[in-house]
């Protein structure tokens, strides 16, 4: 089965700096990459999501990335605001989707 | 507003004490999962219905079941509660697979 990982685990940006967070999959048949940002004791809530068709997607300050021969994606945020603060799951889609273990990103003010 | 609705927010049951968690939509998606998040992990995925297809994963103990009784509702049993149970549970939607999931606030439930 599909197996993601992601890195790192937890990172800290000055406010107004980017923030990249790596993931990589296994399963070359996925097709589907979303990201999810999720804030404290709330559902997961889509941000950004790429298909396997594309190579880049960007949305305002939010960027995704994915490289298909290598099988990793990124997600890369721009001007980073202190609401930017949670934690963020890539997921890889075949016919299931599976979660990244999660990136905690703190923005400092 | 289409969203997805999970009730209770809060849930305190007993060591043992069947418990039943609700989940609702209103997108009309044809796709309802159930996950379970714990503590600083990732939602694990339990089941899902894709229509009225029950799909189990392969890990998940016969101690959790579902429900789906019509396009717009889903319910998570589970029938004798362990303390490694408490657990975030999320239930989301989508509309057919490989597409986005819409997930609900969550329910915690707590074992006492």
């Known amino acids: 089965g599909e197996n993601v990982e992601q890195h790192p685990s937890t990172l800290s940006v000055q406010e107004g700096d980017s923030a990249v967070i790596k993931c990589t999959y296994s399963?070359?048949?996925?097709?589907?990459f979303p990201w999810y940002k999720q804030e404290l004791g709330k559902g997961p809530q889509l941000i950004i999501d790429i298909r396997s068709n594309v190579g880049e997607k960007k949305d305002q300050r939010i960027a995704v990335t994915l490289n298909k021969t290598a099988k990793h994606f990124s997600l890369h945020i721009t001007e980073t605001q202190p609401e930017d603060s949670a934690v963020y799951f890539c997921a890889a889609s075949t016919n299931d989707m599976r979660f990244g273990a999660g990136t905690r990103l703190t923005v400092k003010p | 507003d289409a969203m997805v609705i999970q009730n209770p927010r809060y849930q305190v049951t007993q060591f043992g004490k069947p418990v039943t968690l609700s989940c609702s939509q209103t997108l009309n998606h044809n796709v309802m999962y159930w996950y379970q998040q714990k503590s600083s992990q990732a939602p694990k995925l339990l089941f899902h219905y894709y229509d009225k297809d029950f799909n189990n994963e392969a890990d998940t103990p016969d101690n959790f079941q579902s429900r789906r009784p019509n396009t717009s509702f889903c319910f998570l049993d589970i029938r004798s509660p362990g303390l490694g149970d408490a657990a975030m549970y999320l239930c989301?939607?989508?509309?057919?697979?490989?597409?986005?999931?819409?997930f609900g606030p969550g329910t915690r439930l707590t074992v006492l």
């Open positions: 399963d070359s048949a996925s097709n589907y």
């Open positions: 989301a939607t989508s509309r057919g697979g490989r597409n986005e999931q819409f």
